[in-house]
């Protein structure tokens, strides 16, 4: 099912813009086919997402739905393309990106438990 402010989402009963959103980016291969296709260089047709993220179709249909509903992918005759609103939101996940990767190269992890040490 597809997330929407205002309903109640995986850890979060408030259905809040944020909680929603975050859901929907958790969700298996959003974060993925919203790289893919920012990284194209025209729309991408359903077999070249397909291959590029590395998926398989029921996934990828599944998540092209929900991102489509969300508006932050489009899809028109020359295949798939962020929307506006994904191209805004992918500059802002980017600069998370690279917290991320900092944050991480800044600690030592255990292979076993995950755990900062």
Known sequence: ??????????GSRSGRPIMVLLDLLGRR????LLWELSLAE??????????????????????????RAAGIVDHGDD???????????????LPLHK???DWAAGREFSSTTGESR
């Open 1 to 10: 099912m597809t997330p929407y402010p205002g309903r109640a989402v995986r």
């Open 29 to 32: 291969m959003a974060l993925r």
């Open 42 to 67: 025209r729309p991408m047709t359903f077999r070249a997402l397909q291959a590029a993220a590395e998926t398989n179709p029921s996934v990828l249909n599944g998540r092209l739905k929900e991102l």
């Open 79 to 93: 295949g798939y393309r962020l929307s506006a609103d994904g191209a805004a939101l992918l500059t802002l996940v």
């Open 99 to 101: 917290w991320a990767d």
